[in-house]
């Protein structure tokens, strides 16, 4: 299996890892295929703008390296642009991933919309094309233990 450059560099030396306290919104997703889990921590200030996002994971090295560089994506933008960074907008940064690693990409963008979806509902507002997560775990099901 081949890796891009970019991958390994997002993988070996993955952006905005960490949590937020007191995020604007968090979003939990796991992953059907693997059981994999990711977590978005979203700060997002009073004009719509994401001033920090951080992430941890469960997942694997083509989670880590796509969550890294979707949240390069959206720091700074605004929430409509958030939306806008899909999994293929972000594997297309990274110069693609080999095909039976992109079922791990979808995790990084489906986090984020989940935590987009925690802002929305905290602040009562409706963000175009956004949709209720499908999967969203609560912490209590996690194991502390193997977070990356
Ligand atoms: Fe689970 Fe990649 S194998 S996220």
């Known amino acids: 299996m081949m890796y891009s450059e970019k991958v390994m560099d997002h993988f070996q030396n993955p952006r905005n890892v960490g949590e937020i306290e007191d995020a604007s919104g968090v979003g939990t997703v796991g992953n ?11 700060d997002i200030d009073e004009n719509q703008m994401i001033r ?11 989670a880590v390296a796509t969550s890294s560089m979707a949240t390069e994506l959206v ?22 991933l080999p095909p039976v690693k992109v079922h791990c990409s979808l995790l990084a963008e489906e986090a984020i919309h989940a935590a987009l979806w925690d802002y929305a509902q905290k602040h009562e507002i409706k963000i175009e094309g956004l949709e209720k997560p ?15």
Not at 83 to 89: G, L, R
């Open 134 to 148: 499908k999967s969203d775990i609560h912490e209590d099901e996690e194991e502390e233990d193997e977070e990356y």
């Open 75 to 96: 720091k700074g933008k605004s929430i409509q642009d958030a939306m806008k960074v899909t999994n293929q907008v972000v594997m297309e940064a990274l110069d693609g």
């Open 52 to 62: 920090d996002v951080k992430f941890k994971t469960f997942g694997c090295g083509a």
């Open 32 to 42: 059907a295929k693997c059981g994999d889990i990711m977590r978005v921590y979203l």
